[in-house]
T-cell receptor, first 113, second 113 residues
């Protein structure tokens, strides 16, 4: 059982480029989340999805978009990357809402130059 | 919206001693308080959680206490071991906004041999 996987593991990206971070879970969880982790700021929610076909905005959604075409996949897209989006990105899933245990992926380290 | 503050940001304790990490929250409607442990290079993992209908919960060497009046909750680790070295995050969530969970900024715990 893989749990939750993310790709790529790391990426260096030129400013202005488009980038999609991939996230896949095999636990059939309804809810999925994207967080960014910056030193001293903890984990901040970017976007979430309660179920396939629905998405919502978190604390820091600007510059990011998501889609949830099916239960397993929840890609995060940066339409035009900026240096302030340099961060470690974590995808997570939970069986129900965020008031249930969230299972996190291993993260994607993104550097925007 | 909800704001979660976590202290200290770094903590170093002698192996075998106890460690305490404290968090405060701002939204009196918050009713779910999980704690996550993040080891180096990995995603966070739930270690214990507490809901607002209880004041304390224990799981072996780990305990969490909740003071709803003061809007304060704490993580207690007793008989610390080297494998307890990690970054710990507290978080808070409200039932009415159950898709969103707000994390504290994290505590880097180091266990001295």
């Amino acid at each position: 059982i893989a749990g939750i996987t993310q790709a790529p593991t790391s990426q260096i990206l030129a400013a202005g480029r488009r980038m999609t971070l991939r996230c896949t879970q095999d636990m059939r969880h309804n809810a999925m989340y994207w967080y960014r982790q910056d030193l001293g700021l903890g984990l901040r929610l970017i976007h979430y999805s309660n179920t396939a076909g629905t998405t919502g905005k978190g604390e820091v959604p600007d510059g990011y978009s998501v889609s949830r075409a099916n239960t397993d996949d929840f890609p995060l897209t940066l339409a035009s990357a900026v240096p302030s989006q340099t961060s470690v990105y974590f995808c997570a899933s939970s069986e129900g809402t965020s008031q249930n245990e969230q299972f996190f992926g291993p993260g994607t380290r993104l550097t925007v130059l | 919206g909800e704001n979660v503050e976590q202290h200290p940001s770094t903590l170093s304790v002698q192996e075998g001693d106890s460690a305490v990490i404290k968090c405060t929250y701002s939204d009196s409607a918050s009713n779910y308080f999980p704690w996550y442990k993040q080891e180096l290079g990995k995603g966070p993992q739930l270690i214990i959680d507490i809901r607002s209908n209880v004041g304390e919960k224990k799981d072996q060497r780990i305990a969490v206490t909740l003071n709803k009046t003061a809007k304060h909750f704490s993580l207690h680790i007793t008989e610390t071991q080297p494998e307890d070295s990690a970054v710990y995050f507290c978080a808070a969530s409200t039932y009415s906004s159950a898709s969103k969970i707000i994390f504290g900024s994290g505590t880097r715990l180091s266990i001295r041999p």
